[in-house]
C-alpha cells in the first residue's frame, strides 16, 4: 500500500513538470528584430521572396520602395514626412502677441509668431509695470509655431538672462563633431528692459519647436515653473522639397541644441505641474483668447451681489434683481456658463503663493 501510495505522488509530480514543460514549450517565441538583420540577409530575403512569394507578380520595385519609405518614415518620426503643399504654412497661433494684468500679483505673456517686433512690444509692457519684483510673469507657450527666425527668438530670449549669456547653438546634418564651422551659436545680447522676477511657462501637447527652444532655453539658464503639458520634441529646422502632385518631403537638417549640449529634439519638455486639459476644454480657452477676451475672465468667476451689512444699513437688497430676473426666465449674466483656462487658473495660484510665501520660490 506504501508503495502504491508513493508510485502515486512520484507520478503526479512527474506529470506537473511535464505540464510546466510543455505549457514553458507551447509559449510563442519572440520574433526576431528585422532591423539586426545585415545588409547581406536583407538582400537575400528580398530576393527570396521576390522570386518565391506566392505573390511575387506584387513584389515590384514600386512596391519594395513604397513599402521602405514607409517604414523608413515611421522610424522617422516628425523628423520626417510627406505633406501636402498646401499644409507647408506654419500653423502659428492665430493669438495676436498680448502682455497685459492677470492678477494683483502676476502679468500675461503671449508671443504670436516669435518675431523680432515682439521684443519692442515686450519692452513696453515691461517698462509699464512698478515693481516687476513683486511680480510672476506668466508665459503662454500654447504656440504651434516652427523654428523659423533664430536669432528673433534669441532676441527675445535676451529679455529673461544676463548679457552674453550661451543659449543655444545649430548643428547642422552630417556635420563632424570637431567641426566647428558647421555650428552656430546663440547668445544673448544687451536688452532695454530685461524680466528678473518670477516665471511661470504654459505648454501643451501642441507646443511647437519654437515654443519647445524658448522653455528649454529659459529652464536651463533660470528657475521656472512649468504647467501643463509633455511635448513632443519638435526642436529642429525643417526643409522642404516638392515631390510633385502636391506632395513634398519635409525633413529635419538641422538639430538645436542647449547649451549643456543636450537635444529637445523627439524628447520634448516634461512639465514641473502635469495638467491634462481635454480637446474641447482647450478650444473653447483658445477661442476666447483670439476674441480678444481679458485674460482675468479666463480665470476668475464674476461675483453675484449678495445680501451683506453695508446693504443692510443702506436698506436695500442687492439680490433681489437677480432673484427678479430669474422669476421673469430672462438671462441672467451671473448664471452664464463663462470659459476657464485651467492652466491659467494654476499659474495664477501658484503667483498668489509666492507672493504669501515668498520660500515657496
Known amino acids: 500500500m506504501r508503495l502504491c501510495l508513493l508510485g502515486l505522488c512520484l507520478l503526479l509530480l512527474s506529470g506537473s513538470k511535464g505540464f510546466a514543460n510543455s505549457e514553458t514549450a507551447a509559449a510563442p517565441a519572440t520574433p526576431p528584430d528585422p532591423t539586426a538583420l545585415s545588409q547581406g540577409q536583407l538582400q537575400r530575403a528580398f530576393q527570396r521572396l521576390k522570386s518565391d512569394y506566392i505573390h511575387q507578380e506584387r513584389l515590384d520595385d514600386l512596391f519594395i520602395n513604397r513599402a521602405a519609405l514607409d517604414g523608413l518614415l515611421q522610424k522617422l518620426g516628425f523628423g520626417a514626412q510627406i505633406i501636402r503643399k498646401d499644409a507647408e504654412k506654419d500653423s502659428s497661433s492665430s493669438s495676436d502677441f498680448r502682455f497685459e494684468k492677470l492678477s494683483s500679483e502676476a502679468h500675461y505673456l503671449h508671443f504670436k509668431n516669435f518675431g523680432e517686433e515682439e521684443a519692442a512690444a515686450l519692452d513696453a509692457g515691461i517698462a509699464q509695470i512698478k515693481d ?12 504651434p509655431g516652427q523654428l523659423n527666425d533664430l536669432g528673433s527668438i534669441a532676441l527675445l530670449l535676451s529679455r529673461f538672462v544676463e548679457p552674453n549669456e550661451m543659449l543655444f547653438k545649430v548643428s547642422l546634418a552630417g556635420a563632424a563633431e570637431a567641426d566647428s564651422s558647421s555650428r552656430e551659436l546663440f547668445v544673448s545680447s544687451p536688452a532695454p528692459r530685461n524680466w ?8 501643451d501637447g501642441k507646443s511647437g519647436g519654437a515654443a519647445e527652444l524658448f522653455a528649454g532655453v529659459i529652464r536651463s539658464i533660470r528657475p521656472c515653473t512649468i504647467i501643463g503639458e509633455q511635448t513632443k520634441g519638435k526642436t529642429v529646422k525643417f526643409s522642404t522639397i516638392d515631390l510633385g502632385d502636391g506632395l513634398a518631403l ?6 538645436i541644441e542647449l547649451r549643456d549640449g543636450s537635444s529637445l529634439f523627439q524628447k520634448g519638455i516634461s512639465p514641473d505641474v502635469e495638467t491634462i486639459v481635454g480637446r474641447a476644454e482647450k478650444q473653447m480657452a483658445r477661442r476666447a ?6 485674460i482675468s475672465q479666463l480665470v476668475y468667476r464674476p461675483e453675484r451681489p449678495r445680501m451683506n451689512e453695508a446693504a443692510l444699513v443702506d436698506g436695500v437688497d442687492p439680490e433681489l434683481p437677480y432673484y427678479l430676473a430669474r422669476s421673469q426666465k430672462k438671462p441672467v449674466e451671473w448664471d452664464k456658463h463663462n470659459v476657464r483656462d485651467r492652466l491659467l487658473q494654476q499659474a495664477a495660484d501658484v503667483a498668489r503663493i509666492r507672493q504669501l510665501l515668498p520660500s515657496f520660490r
Open 289 to 294: 483668447l483670439i476674441a480678444g477676451l481679458p
Open 132 to 143: 516687476p519684483s513683486s511680480r510672476s510673469l506668466v508665459i503662454d507657450l500654447r504656440n
Open 196 to 203: 528678473r522676477s518670477d516665471i511661470i511657462l504654459l505648454m
Open 250 to 255: 519635409r525633413y529635419a537638417v538641422a538639430e
